[in-house]
């Protein structure tokens, strides 16, 4: 009972300590709880705060807009995600060791990642030490100098990367996938890049310095900082370290993946290990005014969870499959929805392929039951609001739609539209999209490809 | 008046030892509860290596005696809950997430699940049958640096109840059958063995129905047997685990050290492990000089305690506590020769790649380290970082109960605020005389991962103590400076205490 009392009382302060800290009019519309304050520098530079109510602690993250889909030149794959270590390698005001102490003296979280459309620094630590996060990154970020002997030695650690995630089947499939469904976009190529550019990198130094006038400009940027912070601290940091960050002039043409016409087969070869079948379609770009993303992840949802049909008949009741899933990435240009199915025997895989086709085809032919519909919607929503509970999960989930859309308050568009979806509308984007011409099937056995493609009877 | 409030609420977190409770009262969106029972795979009878993590494992993939699994999966979908065990050593955690809109409805399944599970067959054999693929196969193809760590605990822990992997071993998991699970947890997961932790947005009602439920676990007082001892090993003993077309060697070394959380000398180790090699941080020596000087892998760390997952997370997780640990040094996958020859015509010749060498530079630099110790201005900012950066273990309500939950099990009551303060009063001297005292370089076990043609030579070459030149291909020897040389001259001939190298295949490790 004690416990009880103190707890409401901790509360009721907490509320009147937070309440002054939200500017009026910035109240949240739609499922993300908390104030999303924007500002755009007169340089282009988006600068968003979120408070949050996490005492003494904040997360500092800059996203660029740039990933491997921006390495349009030939034998330049895995640029981006090589050109993000490189940021770690100095200025003029501190060198790569004097970067690392500072770094080590904030006693933050920090690190970066590449993925397809994007690159993301992120430090979360002591809101204490904003001032000195926004130094460090800005300076980086707008006068990075190393040397060309510095950038030749940083490309083994790439190397290393390569060689550590290789050994994995999965890695194998993830890469030969996309390089099968894609032929002329840039999704033809996973973030790691192919082993043969890496192995190049060494001797593009020049390029190096290209890459980082092309993208590492405000434009491409965006400051999102989300804790115990306010908004005025936030926008004067980022006026002074940011301010005078010159814009860029580079734009490019992504190159457009042509229709595809018919089935591909992609195929892993990999003894002692269970048996994987993917069927790969495309899917549309991610939108915000176009729902069909939002149905897509509907039915990846509910089609193919642990509450669907298929799950307990494959997974629970004949043992068949061991893990079964379905969904697709939010992409900046089309890229792929997939069901994913790890067996238990590869004799199994014509007859799994087959279960899993009657599903797609009737989710054309046949509303989906309105009750399940509304407990998916219920589902994804849940789902959400679970996952946002520290400064470094509200930024994470935020700078996905600045990346995707430029605007992190289309999170709340973005959920909105699952409240959107109808059955009509799975049966429409079930047609649309579930198509044997847009499909990629890739799979791991013990089998050549030639058998694979004799047992699943697909005509290539 | 935050921080104020702050430390208001980490007070409210109280421990009724009569139940071992954890209670982590919090504005927040959901509930999070952990039923953490002390047996883990310790606990495992000899020969149904396994059974504890199955026995977990089966009950979160099953019914009880109210509802079926199928009927679980339907119940909470719409609330998006979830649940799941983990097991280590000495520990089976159950964490249930629920958000608070339906915490009533989502604690009358999961109360039926742990106190009457169900372990209907067809979900005992669904389960059992991933557990036996996963030790056969995928471990030893899924993740060379995964398939390093278990390897390397099943030879450091030889003869003791930490020896085979929680997983289990291909001939225990055989060997159980449905009444052993069932018999196991009414053994070993007791109202005597456990400790209840909630955190965040719940009613104090809530606490009272849950402990009284708990309350109803059998009486039965769990027979865990003793870890035994673990031998220093004699010497440097090496495996070697070859695989076909390798294009990396991913090495992990240990011995055992006698401390833990509790110790007096943890804070000042802390400080030399995280000088040395903090998980993940481009700052700390043994990652400078092999991967930002030499550009030879990924990363390279050191360790006192293991680290659950380290290839996944960057920050720790909860619910492995020990009290069995080893001093670790995780070299990530170096290049064998057939990558190097591959990629670069002046190594034609090569017949082993950066292992050796990668290992001499490692152990060379705790041996200096073990010698000469840290600087004044190196201990400072090393302890400045572990102040700020612990805080961070405990960012989510799930992470700041796990902590609080493994603090009880070393026998204190809040294990990052009692290193905050220990590492506060701790000196420069009791720093340097616990690496004098716990740092070594002669004896210990190693495991490396490589390519089957490389096994043959990197085992002569490590036996006789071979000068192993750092091989660089030529476009990065040109741009290092001579200090990189310089050092490497020492390092490729530093002696190393090997006493053994044996060959392993894969299909031979967690046998039984």
């Known amino acids: 009972m004690k416990n009880y009392l103190a707890a409401i009382a901790a509360t009721l302060l907490l509320v009147t300590a937070c309440s002054p800290d939200k500017p009026e009019n910035k109240e949240p519309e739609g499922i993300f709880p908390y104030p999303i304050q924007q500002t755009k520098l007169d340089n282009g530079l988006n600068v968003v705060t979120v408070p949050y109510n996490s005492p003494g602690l904040a997360s500092f993250f800059i996203v660029v807009r740039a990933g491997s889909r921006n390495e349009i030149e030939e034998g330049k794959t895995g640029f981006a995600h090589f050109f993000e270590h490189v940021m770690f390698r100095g200025t003029e005001k501190f060198s790569k060791e004097q970067y690392s102490e500072a770094l080590k003296a904030i006693g933050a979280a920090a690190n970066a990642n590449t993925w397809w459309d994007r690159t993301l620094y992120h430090m979360t630590g002591n809101a204490n030490m904003l001032d000195k996060m926004f130094e460090l990154e800005s300076d980086r970020f707008m006068n990075l100098k190393y040397s060309e002997e510095d950038f030749k030695v940083e490309a083994g650690a790439v190397k290393g990367e390569y060689t550590k995630n290789n050994a994995s089947p999965y890695s194998k499939l993830e890469e030969i996938t996309y390089k099968t469904a894609f032929t002329e976009h840039t999704y033809s190529h996973t973030t790691m890049g192919f082993w043969e550019d890496i192995v190049d990198m060494p001797n593009q130094y020049e390029y190096s310095l290209e890459f980082f006038n092309r993208f590492y400009r405000p434009e491409y940027a965006t400051v999102l900082v989300v804790g115990d912070v306010k908004q005025e601290e936030v926008n004067a940091l980022a006026k002074k370290y940011f301010g005078e960050w010159q814009r860029g002039t580079y734009t490019q043409q992504i190159p457009v993946e042509p229709e595809q016409q018919e089935t591909r087969l992609a195929h892993v070869k990999a003894e002692n290990f269970p048996p994987v079948l993917t069927l790969n379609y495309k899917d549309p770009a991610f939108s915000v005014e176009n729902t069909d993303m939002a149905v897509l992840d509907i039915i990846g949802t509910m089609a193919f969870s642990q509450k669907s049909d298929i799950y307990k008949k494959l997974v629970v009741d004949e043992r068949k499959v061991r893990q079964l899933g379905a969904g697709g990435m939010n992409m900046v240009d089309p890229g792929l929805w997939s069901v994913n199915a790890i067996l238990v025997n590869k004799e199994d895989m014509a007859y799994v392929k087959n279960e899993i086709d009657q599903v797609l085809n009737n989710l054309k032919t046949e509303p989906v039951d309105s009750v399940i519909l509304k407990e998916t919607k219920s589902n994804i929503k849940y789902s959400y609001a679970m996952g946002i509970d520290s400064p470094s999960s509200i930024a994470n989930s935020l700078s996905e739609f600045i990346w995707l859309t430029g605007n992190p308050a289309d999170v709340n568009k973005a959920y909105a539209n699952y409240d959107k979806v109808t059955q009509e509308d799975i049966m429409r984007v079930a047609k649309k999209y579930f198509v044997d011409n847009h499909l990629t099937i890739a799979t791991i056995s013990s089998d050549d490809e030639n058998q694979v493609k004799e047992e699943l009877n697909i005509k290539l | ?512």
Not at chain 2, 156 to 180: C, P, Q, V, W
Not at chain 2, 304 to 324: A, C, K, V
Request: hydrophobic share 40%; no cysteine.
């Open chain 2, 1 to 512: 008046m935050k921080k104020l409030i702050y430390i208001f609420l980490a007070l409210l977190s109280t421990t009724a030892f009569a139940q071992n409770v954890v209670e982590l009262p919090m504005e927040s969106t959901k509930v999070v509860v952990k039923i953490a029972f002390k047996n883990g795979s310790i606990a495992d009878p000899v020969g149904k290596e396994g059974l504890t993590n199955l026995t977990a494992s089966v009950l979160t993939e099953s019914g009880s005696d109210r509802y079926t699994k199928s009927e679980i999966d339907d119940l909470i979908y719409p609330m998006a809950a979830r649940y799941w065990s983990f097991t280590d050593k000495e520990m089976t955690t159950f964490t249930f997430e629920v958000h608070k809109d339906f915490l009533d409805k989502f604690y009358d399944i999961f109360s039926s699940l742990i106190l009457n599970p169900s372990f209907a067959e067809n979900d005992f054999n669904r389960v059992k049958s991933n557990a036996e693929v996963y030790v056969k196969e995928v471990i030893k193809a899924n993740s060379d640096e995964e398939l390093s760590k278990m390897a390397l605990e099943e030879k450091l822990f030889a003869g003791t109840g930490y020896a085979h992997m929680k997983n289990g071993t291909i001939k225990g998991l055989a060997n159980i059958s449905r009444e052993d699970v069932v018999n196991h947890y009414k053994s070993f997961f007791t109202k005597n063995n456990v400790m209840i932790g909630v955190a965040g947005d719940y009613p104090e009602s809530f606490v009272a129905k849950l402990k009284a439920d708990i309350n109803k676990l059998p009486d039965t007082q769990p027979n865990i047997p003793k870890l035994g001892e673990v031998a220093m090993p004699d010497g440097i003993q090496v495996e070697l685990v070859p695989k076909p077309n390798n294009l990396g060697a991913a090495i992990y070394t240990g011995y055992p050290i006698s401390i833990n959380r509790a110790s007096d000398d943890w804070p000042a180790m802390l400080v030399v492990n995280s000088y040395l090699g903090e998980h993940r941080k481009s700052y700390s020596k043994l990652y400078q000089l092999i991967r930002e000087k030499r550009s030879m892998n990924y990363g390279d760390y050191t360790y006192i305690e293991w680290y659950e997952s380290g290839g996944r997370y960057q920050l720790p997780t909860t619910g492995f506590p020990r009290s069995q640990n080893y001093m670790a040094i995780w070299i990530r996958p170096v290049q064998t020769a057939i990558s190097l020859k591959s990629q670069y015509p002046e190594l034609g010749d090569l017949k082993v790649g950066h292992a050796h060498f990668a290992l001499r530079m490692a152990l060379h630099e705790i041996d200096r380290v073990k010698k000469e110790g840290l600087t004044k201005e190196e201990f400072d900012l090393t302890r400045q970082f572990l102040r700020s950066y612990m805080k961070l273990y405990i960012q989510t309500p799930e992470r700041q109960l796990g902590f609080l939950m493994d603090s009880k099990f070393y026998g204190m009551d809040d294990y990052i605020a009692e290193m905050d303060k220990k590492l506060e009063a701790l000196t420069l001297e009791q720093v340097n005389a616990a690496a004098a005292k716990y740092l070594q370089t002669d004896n210990m076990w190693i495991t490396i991962i490589t390519d089957k043609e490389e096994a043959g030579p990197l085992k002569e070459s490590l036996l006789t103590n071979k000068k192993s030149p750092m091989t660089y291909s030529n476009i990065i020897k040109e741009s290092l400076p001579a200090e990189v040389f310089e050092l490497d001259k020492k390092v490729e001939v530093y002696p190393m205490n090997v006493k053994n190298v044996i060959i392993e295949e894969p299909s031979e490790l967690f046998i039984e």
